[in-house]
């Protein structure tokens, strides 16, 4: 009887362990099946991103040198106008010059003439005071003499 018993459970331990196995062996085959596939859909997704990476770097580049146009043109246009106006500058500064030679005389005329002006209304001044005084007393302060001295 024991005999039996060991040996019926010796097939029973090999049939458990065969059954192990094969589901092991299911087990792993639909790991791998399951590895793969997602190793596959990985793939995908990563060929995917990369082309649409590859596809804004060809966007980004094309913005990028429209950009460089931009400002070049912008350049360009800036260093024309400093240009136009360096010369009008220089124009104004020309006419300015030529404004100052030629009121320059007319200034000092006025100049002369203003000083001339100022004296001859010190002299109207000075009549004008003698008018309203006795001609004796006029004449005694001019030549040091006063009344009463």
């Known amino acids: 009887g024991l005999g039996g018993l060991g040996a019926e459970l010796r097939g029973e331990m ?59 043109l912008l350049a360009e246009g800036l260093v024309g106008m400093n240009d ?25 005329h006025l100049e002369a003439r203003d000083q001339h002006l100022e004296a001859r209304m010190k002299i109207l001044e000075d009549w004008a005071d003698r008018q309203a005084r006795d001609v004796l007393e006029v004449i005694r302060e001019k030549f040091g003499r006063r009344q009463g001295s």
């Open 14 to 72: 090999v049939q458990g362990m065969d059954g192990l196995r094969g589901e092991m062996v299911q087990g792993m085959d639909g790991l791998r099946g399951e590895m793969v596939q997602g190793m596959d859909g990985l793939r995908g997704e990563m060929v995917q991103g990369m082309d649409g990476l590859r596809e804004e770097g060809r966007l980004t580049r094309v913005l990028m040198e429209g950009i460089r146009s931009d400002v070049r």
């Open 84 to 108: 136009r106006m360096a010369s009008h500058e220089a124009e104004m500064r020309k006419s300015l010059a030529e404004l100052s030679y030629l009121f320059t005389p007319a200034i000092r």
